[in-house]
Structures are given as C-alpha cells and as structure tokens.
C-alpha cells in the first residue's frame, strides 16, 4: 500500500533550522500534489506548503519566507527545510499526498515531531 514516511524532526532553539523529508512508497511525488501539514497541541490540522505536479508551490503566510518545499524526483521524496524557526512552529508535522481527480486519494504519513524552544 503506499507509504509517506516522515523524518528530520526533533528539539531545536529558536533561530535555528531543520530539514524535514518524506519518502514516499507506491506513488510518484513528481506527478501528485504533496503537501506538509501541522497540528500544535489543542488546534486544528492546518496547512504548511505544497508543491503541485507542475512544481508550483504554496506557503502559509505564517512560514512565507521562512520554509521551503521541494521535492527529489530520483528519490521520490518531498523535503521541507525549515529556517528561523519560532517556538509557535511547535507541532506535529505531516506529509500529504494528494490527488484530487480519477483515482482520487489522499494519503498521510505518521508525523514526525518539531519542538522550537525559546
């Protein structure tokens, strides 16, 4: 079945930076849209970045500027590389893949844990 495994999370202080990676299983990240979700304790899943089939990506105003999506087609992998990293970037982080017509499916990964310490 396909598999988004996520990793590169961990505890790390404000300012500093973290590359997250999702490797993906049965489907192809260069022809699907992926994504980078969170969740923070207490909230609602909420969307980071995507990377569209065509290469076209899309940020959250509260990470434009700071993170970056982007994807190794050779080694079917989507990677968020993360910089000034703020203690509200705290949260569980989730890989996405989607595709919105015939087959449609919309698959997750486990998370992986980010912790920004002030």
């Known amino acids: 079945q396909v598999q988004l495994v996520e990793s590169g999370g961990g505890l790390v202080q404000a300012g500093e930076s973290l590359r997250l990676s999702c490797v993906a299983s049965r489907i192809t990240v260069s022809t699907n849209a992926m994504g980078w979700y969170r969740q923070a304790p207490g909230k609602q899943r909420e969307l980071v970045a995507t990377i569209s089939s065509g290469g076209t990506t899309n940020y959250a105003g509260s990470v434009k500027g700071r993170f970056t999506i982007s994807r190794d087609n050779a080694n079917n992998t989507v990677y968020l590389q993360m910089n000034l990293l703020k203690p509200e970037d705290t949260a569980v982080y989730y890989c996405?893949?989607?595709?919105?017509?015939?087959?449609?499916?919309?698959?997750w990964g486990q998370g992986t844990q980010v912790t920004v310490s002030s």
């Open positions: 996405n893949a989607y595709r919105g017509s015939y087959p449609s499916f919309n698959y």
